[in-house]
């Protein structure tokens, strides 16, 4: 049960880097003037497990920091992905 715990939460950890990793792409490409990542691209992976990594994003990268829907929806992105762990590690559905 111990190793399907670790995959999951090497699962979410691998999102989350992934998620920042978009961030910081974008970042470079918006300092550059090049094309750039949508961004309901941007919020959508905050709500299903990558509020950490968009909120690291964001305070790293300084990026999108100043529109107000990155300020409202990225900390509830990062509550909400917060539940869901604490949710998902009460209930057990790690282990399944």
């Not at 999951?8 to 300092?31: C, M, P, R, T």
Request: hydrophobic share 65%; proline share 2%; charged share 15%.
């Amino acid at each position: 049960m111990i190793i399907k715990t670790a995959v999951w939460i090497s699962i979410v950890v691998l999102w989350n880097v992934f998620v920042f990793g978009a961030y910081g792409l974008d970042k470079l490409e918006a300092v550059k003037n090049r094309w750039r990542i949508r961004e309901s691209v941007l919020l959508v992976p905050a709500f299903f497990l990558g509020g950490i990594g968009a909120a690291w994003g964001m305070i790293l990268f300084h990026h999108k920091s100043a529109k107000w829907l990155f300020r409202v929806c990225i900390p509830l992105g990062l509550l909400f992905t917060i539940a869901e762990l604490l949710f998902l590690i009460q209930f057990h559905i790690f282990l399944l």
